[in-house]
């Protein structure tokens, strides 16, 4: 039975737990027990909150005795990124200058999932403060990829998509600054998405790049990334930047498209976003699936994105100079690890020397210095400037492209899952694998990446689709269509195709 759980779909545990045939605390239980049994190898989860996961869900299961009126979700377990910080739980953002960290609040994303009744399962592996593409940056080791433990599960979120597609938990959350949603999904099977920028709270997110982060689902259905969305979207006062707006109806619009009709529906194919650097069996999977679209009814154009071939480089620097000003605070005076030098005078500026040095890995080392570069005297303007020109021009291309199309797809990444350590020491590689999925971020828009099928090599392919700022709602129709779709054909989701992870004995 407990096998059983932990591979029903987030919509349909809620739906036993609704009709009373399974209690949270054995939906919960099962998940415990599965966690137990693999994460070894996966190396999904930083910290499993057993006691207060068993707590909430004995909490659920009471309430729904009495009779009383209960979030859809109530009772589902979910997975928590550890980035997103969780009032006494440990919060580390994969950072050694930050282990132990017990933080005395809630992330409104965080509250919400609470007061709805959900589970928290524990804090999920990640790459130090959301910087990589394959959590191989992490302080506390690397997380491996379900589908085959010799690959990266991707980044910076390898550990929520990774804990998801080996069933360890049915909803994860994650943050995406670049990718670090849709990209790890892609790699690992499973859905992604990425709001619109402000649409959901960002108060209780450590930040990276407070104009890009955006935290949203890590599901194995579109339709549960729906219902997972709508839980943690709306507006939130003590996020400066959240949007007043009415959320949309995702779940209507993803049963709307569950029923494969898209009819009507224009769909932009972004030229900037295939040809050099894919691999044929991504283009080849990602071909197959406009197949499926047109069939369905929808009319495919193909759409120019002139900008989108300037969109990394815009990015790492607009990020690092982020990160440069975000970081600041964890200077070794005020929270979390402090190291003083071994030698001559204990003064503030040696303290945080001497503790950054110690607390931060090479890539946020990294960062640091090309930002606080990009931003120092006589280079902000030819630099960081420059960056945010480009980036006003790529939110131009979108906004161009949107009066001919209804949404805008592309592969996810240009490869499926590389081999641990295959691309750990050329970083230009590294930032590659985020090719596609940066330009939404630069412009605040909404994506999704949904399993698209398998490529040459046997790993997962993803398929991107990208709509208009504050209108989520279309990824769900067009996204869930697809699904059904390729589950059709595949008689079943792609991730039962997966290897079975060996349970410990």
């Known amino acids: 039975m407990s096998a059983d759980l932990t591979r029903l779909t987030a919509a349909d545990l809620a739906a036993a737990l609704t009709s009373g045939d399974v209690s949270s605390v054995e939906a919960t239980t099962a998940h415990l027990d599965r966690i137990a049994a693999v994460d070894g190898p996966v190396h999904a989860f930083l910290h499993v909150a057993a006691d207060e996961a068993l707590a909430t869900a004995r909490a659920v299961d009471a309430s729904r005795a009495a009779g009383q009126t209960l979030h859809p979700l109530a009772g589902v377990p979910i997975a928590v990124k550890d980035i997103v910080v969780t009032r006494g739980l440990p919060t580390t953002a994969g950072s050694r200058i930050l ?27 990640m790459d130090e403060f959301a910087m990589g593409s394959s959590t191989e940056h992490s302080g506390y080791g690397n997380t491996h990829n379900p589908w085959d433990l010799e690959r990266i599960p991707g980044g910076s979120g390898g550990g929520s998509a990774a804990a998801v597609a080996a069933y360890e938990a049915p909803l994860a959350i994650g943050t995406d600054t670049g990718g670090s949603i849709r990209q790890p999904a892609a790699v690992t099977g499973t859905v992604g998405v990425k709001p619109t920028y402000g649409s959901v709270s960002r108060y209780g997110l450590i930040a990276l790049a407070s104009s890009l982060d955006q935290a949203g689902p890590v599901t194995r259905t579109v339709l549960d990334a729906a219902l997972l969305h709508a839980l943690i979207a709306g507006h939130d006062p003590l996020d400066s930047t959240s949007l007043p707006d009415e959320v949309p109806d995702f779940v209507a619009a993803a049963r709307r498209g569950a029923t494969g009709d898209l009819s009507g529906v224009r769909i932009g194919v972004v030229r900037e976003l295939q040809g050099d650097g894919y691999q044929s069996g991504v283009l080849a999977r990602f071909t197959e699936s406009l197949d499926l679209l047109r069939e369905a009814g929808a009319d495919i154009v193909e759409v120019s994105c002139p900008h989108f071939e300037h969109a990394l480089a815009a990015y790492y620097l ?11 605070k964890f200077d070794g005076m005020r929270f979390g690890l402090r190291v003083e030098p071994t030698s001559g005078p204990v003064t503030a500026e040696r303290v945080m020397g001497a503790t950054r040095g110690a607390g931060f890995g090479d890539e946020v080392k990294r960062r640091i210095i090309l930002g606080t570069y990009a931003l120092s005297a006589g280079y902000y303007d030819a630099y960081y400037g420059s960056a945010q020109k480009v980036r006003t021009l790529i939110q131009r291309d979108f906004t161009a492209a949107f009066t001919q199309v209804d949404v805008l797809v592309s592969p996810t990444t240009p490869t499926t899952a590389f081999r641990l350590g295959e691309k750990l020491d050329d970083p230009l590689a590294m930032y590659l694998n985020d090719v596609a999925t940066i330009p939404v971020n630069l412009a605040g828009v909404p994506g999704m990446s949904l399993p698209a099928g398998l490529s040459d090599d046997g790993l997962p392919v993803g398929f991107q689709v990208i709509a208009p700022a504050r209108a989520d709602d279309r990824l769900y129709r067009v996204g869930a269509a697809l699904e059904a779709l390729l589950e059709q054909r595949w008689e079943g989701p792609l991730l039962s195709r997966a290897p079975e992870l060996e349970e410990a004995r």
């Open 318 to 328: 607009i990020l690092p100079a982020e990160a440069s000003s975000n970081l600041a």
């Open 99 to 125: 282990e132990g960290w017990l933080p005395p609040y809630d992330a409104t994303l965080v509250a919400r999932i609470k007061a709805a009744g959900l589970p928290i399962l524990g804090k999920t592996n």
